[in-house]
């Protein structure tokens, strides 16, 4: 969502609020990704994946927001997919492999 926000043009009277905005929503997102990959073993490789994709599309936001900063939209969307698809892929993994001990269990 704030990546897809960031792309859309802003009126020069709302770029204040839309700062303010983003700020919110990007200090939720880190300590929300921080606490996610403390949460994590970076010696499994599926939740080393997520914990690298995580901490990649935090920085690649960060980027972003630079770029936009100086009136630039032209992100790299290829890249935005790829950090997007390997979370996805990650918690899907890790999904299958937590839904398998649990049956295991019963």
Not at 36 to 56: E, H, R, V, Y
Request: charged share 20%; net charge positive.
């Amino acid at each position: 969502m704030q990546y897809n926000r960031l792309k859309r043009p802003v009126p020069a009277d709302q770029a204040a609020a839309f700062q303010r905005t983003m700020d919110k929503f990007s200090a939720k997102i880190t300590e929300q990704s921080n606490v996610i990959t403390l949460m994590l073993n970076p010696g499994k490789a599926d939740q080393a994946a997520l914990g690298n994709s995580l901490q990649g599309t935090l920085a690649f936001l960060t980027a972003c927001f630079s770029e936009k900063n100086q009136g630039r939209v032209d992100f790299d969307d290829a890249q935005y997919a790829l950090l997007k698809q390997t979370a996805f892929d990650s918690l899907t993994r890790i999904g299958i492999a937590t839904w398998a001990r649990i049956q295991r269990l019963q």
